[in-house]
């Protein structure tokens, strides 16, 4: 739907909230990346992709919460942004002609003109794509620009929507040509082991990984975006392959280095399946992006599932509660925070710190989309010219359908609990198809249209409710989340509710390293032990939603579950890979407390199985 057509309500709105009074909101002013000085406000600052990143999330956050302060931040970059344009079509700071950066902005101005309406995004968009057209014959996509051109893509097939200029077609056919054949790479897949770096670096004599393919195809973000890549092209290819590659793409990056959060391990690259590798923010929000856009191009429910696994345990889970700091790369199985080089493949001894701008700035620009983005997937339009409820989580939604304005509210406490209720507002009664998604961990879902159940059958993906909508008119949805367990790297074992992913919370000993401006960058200890193996039978109990809806101190669900200490060690502050097998303790049996990942910051998410 277009930008703006959603707001958060309930748990969501709060979590926006508190982004908004964090570093969401504020990190312009205490960090001079995105200061008055950056080159995407004119000045001699850093003006490569960090002021496109902080739009790309602070705008539609703005939006979002109609909140006047964050839009006039949007808009002093948006302003200067436009008035940026050179003659033949150029922006942006003119110290580097990077095509990269640019397609980051270009994402902001898409959003920005749904928002505004503002008449100089489109005439600005079309007379850069002719540069570009132009230019890029005799100088081509590099590096991070070619590994990731399905971003610009999307937003040349966006702008051809609305003005149907052939140029922007023969522009995303070059763009194509340029870029890097992911499709390809993942047919072929082999990359089955952590990456040797290392052996990268003396492969290509010392050559910089991160500007060579060896490394850049290997790289999680890289990956990350290049989810869409596929679906994103279907739309000029009209293929049902390229539609359908996004799953093997997943299925390559699950079976050799998926982790329990729904993510992939990449500390830069990608490295295994261990739950003690670490896997970067940039990715989360990155992939997140990836799979709502590519959910509104195939409507395939299974990637709804896999978004609210990564929302609702890799987004909050690295982040503190009041959203002033974040870590670059988190771990499933985390059992202390600090200054150390193991186990990353790349990344350097300040990567799982919590703070300001922890190892690499990239993370602090760009988590903002996280959130924002989410909230504008959980509706989207259909093809027959209906509506879908693609994502849950509380909101309300204003749009037109078959020219009748429709106001849907969304009330749920979802993914804490299974039930949503979902109001249809017409302005006069319209009859149209509405989806609604069934989850894939669901066995028993349950729909009722005002109170009546309708059939509906577990693993239906999308369940279509067509008839003439009245205002009033009610949905009501229930969703029961049994505790279910999946073996992973080593057998290891892993706890779930619904879309809810939990760990064992360790003591924190929270150590302040040193003062960031209004944040702090943080070091942070363990107090409790970690090394426990697990049964596999879990009960669950549901408590009070707290007005942090991820905060460890208050879970709105817990497990418990039966553990017993084993022999598994940590070095260097990080715990070894999960034991495959674990020997006979005369350690008592104790019941252990588990809550959702995102609850914890220290924490074990992946146990080996108790011995008997």
Request: aromatic share 10%; with cysteine; glycine share 8%.
């Amino acid at each position: 739907m277009p930008a703006g057509a959603i707001k958060p309500a309930g748990w969501l709105r709060r979590q926006l909230e508190i982004q908004a009074n964090g570093l969401g909101g504020h990190v312009d002013e205490t960090w001079p990346d995105l200061g008055p000085e950056s080159g995407w406000l004119g000045g001699k600052g850093e003006s490569w992709e960090r002021g496109p990143y902080f739009l790309d999330g602070l705008l539609p956050l703005a939006w979002q919460l109609d909140s006047a302060p964050l839009k006039a931040k949007a808009q002093r970059f948006i302003d200067w942004t436009l008035g940026s344009a050179q003659p033949n079509g150029m922006f942006g700071p003119r110290s580097n002609d990077d095509w990269w950066p640019r397609m980051v902005m270009l994402k902001v101005l898409a959003q920005y003109q749904e928002l505004t309406g503002d008449a100089r995004v489109v005439p600005f968009m079309t007379n850069y794509f002719h540069y570009q057209l132009q230019a890029m014959p005799e100088r081509p996509l590099r590096d991070w620009g070619r590994m990731r051109w399905q971003d610009e893509v999307a937003v040349v097939l966006w702008l051809y929507t609305r003005t149907q200029d052939p140029k922007l077609i023969e522009l995303a056919h070059l763009l194509k040509k340029q870029g890097y054949d992911w499709q390809g790479m993942f047919a072929n897949f082999s990359f089955k082991e952590k990456v040797d770096v290392k052996a990268l670096e003396a492969k290509r004599k010392g050559e910089d990984v991160f500007m060579v393919d060896d490394g850049l195809q290997v790289h999680g973000v890289n990956n990350g975006q290049a989810l869409k890549a596929s679906p994103v092209w279907s739309l000029v290819s009209r293929s049902a392959d390229d539609r359908a590659a996004i799953h093997h793409q997943l299925a390559m990056l699950d079976t050799y280095h998926g982790l329990p959060n729904g993510m992939f391990s990449c500390d830069e690259h990608l490295a295994g399946r261990s739950p003690s590798q670490g896997v970067e923010l940039c990715t989360v929000v990155e992939a997140m992006y990836s799979l709502e856009m590519s959910l509104a191009i195939t409507g395939d429910a299974v990637l709804g599932d896999r978004i609210e696994r990564i929302a609702y345990n890799a987004l909050p889970g690295t982040f503190t509660d009041d959203m002033w700091a974040h870590q670059y790369d988190q771990q499933p199985n985390q059992v202390e925070v600090s200054l150390h080089r193991r186990p990353w493949t790349t990344n350097g001894p300040e990567a799982n710190l919590f703070g300001l701008d922890p190892h690499f700035g990239c993370c602090t620009a760009n988590f903002h989309q996280g959130w924002p983005k989410l909230t504008a997937a959980l509706w989207m339009a259909t093809s027959d010219k209906g509506l879908a409820a693609t994502v849950y989580a509380p909101c309300e939604v204003s749009t037109v359908v078959r020219d009748v304005p429709v106001r849907i509210d969304q009330a749920t406490d979802y993914p804490f609990r299974g039930d949503v209720a979902i109001t249809v507002q017409p302005a006069q009664a319209v009859a149209f198809p509405l989806r609604v998604r069934i989850p894939a961990w669901c066995r028993q879902p349950v729909v009722k249209v005002n109170g009546e159940a309708v059939a509906v059958k577990a693993g239906a993906g999308f369940h279509t409710i067509d008839r003439t909508w009245k205002p009033g008119d009610r949905i009501a949805l229930s969703f029961p989340a049994e505790v279910l367990t999946e073996r992973g790297f080593n057998n290891a074992v892993t706890f779930l509710r619904g879309p809810l992913v939990f760990s064992l919370p360790i003591g924190e000993a929270w150590v302040k390293w040193r003062p960031r401006g209004l944040t702090n960058d943080w070091q942070v200890y363990p107090t409790t032990a970690w090394n426990y193996g697990v049964a596999p039978e879990a009960t669950a109990e549901e408590h009070p939603i707290g007005k942090v809806p991820f905060a460890g101190g208050t879970p709105a669900v817990t497990l418990s579950v039966r553990g017993r200490p084993v022999a598994w060690k940590a070095e260097e502050g990080v715990a070894d890979p999960v034991p495959e097998q674990v020997a006979i303790t005369t350690e008592p049996v104790t019941t252990l407390k588990l809550v959702p990942y995102a609850g914890a910051k220290l924490r074990i998410t992946a146990f080996p199985p108790m011995p008997a």
